[in-house]
């Protein structure tokens, strides 16, 4: 019913040599799993040329992060309106665009948004710290960042939801399936609270946080987690293809 669907987070990683280089060790491996929607979301600068590589193919292209406005005197930003044209995904929300650069959920839901009439589909992050955790306050901060990140957006946008623990992130610690499955399934009641059981049920939501070849499988199988938001291990070809070629194969 959810099409399985695994993302590479490169992060602040890759030349555009090095992007082009990585495109090429995966790239016809990589197309032949059209059972599960792929997309490599590249630094800004790479958005051209890796989006040249996959023309042909069905892997989508996204960026990292995006500003809300359209244009203007905001030095450094990038636009929905540019992006449109090279991609069609974004990342946002991600928790080190939270921790490193202080977005709240409201200025996520203005980019959620933006993102959204620009015609771009949101990977919106979420997630707790190892504190928030340890205090037994998951899923409040949850609920709060779905409630604000989501607020006045419609269901019907096609919206990702990539559940990421802070704790778990380039961490090499990464949650158990059986946790991630629980927790997304709070994520996805908490969706059903505000757009209805029907659509938070065709919501995908992804796991995030040290996904690697060899632990893929355990979230994959969970029938909560509907695919990956893969950073370190995107960045390795063979690692990102070997996650692709399980997840078709357990949800297939
Ligand atoms: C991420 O950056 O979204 C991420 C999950 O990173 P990693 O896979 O390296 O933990």
């Known amino acids: 019913m959810r099409r399985p669907f695994i993302a590479a987070n490169w992060k602040m990683n890759t030349t555009v040599d090095e992007a082009v280089s990585l495109v090429n060790q995966m790239l016809q491996e ?6 599960v929607d792929r997309v490599l979301c590249p630094p800004f600068i790479s958005l051209q040329a890796v989006g040249n590589m996959l023309k042909r193919t069905e892997i989508g292209l996204g960026a990292q992060n995006m500003y809300f406005k359209e244009k203007g005197a905001f030095t450094g930003e990038v636009s929905p309106l540019m992006l449109k044209d090279l991609c069609g995904y974004v990342i946002l929300g991600h928790s080190e665009r939270r921790q490193y650069f202080a977005e709240t959920d409201a200025l996520i839901n203005q980019k959620i948004k933006a993102a959204l009439t620009a015609g771009l589909i949101p990977i919106f992050c979420i997630g707790e710290s190892l504190e928030q955790n340890e205090a037994g306050k998951t899923g409040d901060v949850l609920s709060v960042q779905v409630k604000g990140g989501l607020a006045g957006v419609d269901a019907d946008d096609g919206i990702v939801i990539a559940y990421e623990p802070i704790w778990a992130i380039g961490t090499g610690r990464a949650a158990t399936g059986i946790k991630a499955d629980s927790t997304i399934g709070f994520i996805r009641d908490t969706l059903g609270s505000i757009w209805g059981k029907d659509r938070a049920d065709s919501t995908r939501i992804l796991y995030g946080g040290s996904v690697t070849g060899a632990n893929i499988e355990e979230f994959i199988k969970q ?13 390795k070809a063979a690692e990102f293809v070997s996650i692709v070629r399980q997840t078709a194969l357990v949800k297939s």
Do not use: E, K, M, Y
């Open 30 to 35: 990589l197309n032949g799993f059209n059972s």
């Open 223 to 235: 029938p909560q987690i509907d695919g990956a938001l893969v950073g370190g291990a995107s960045l």
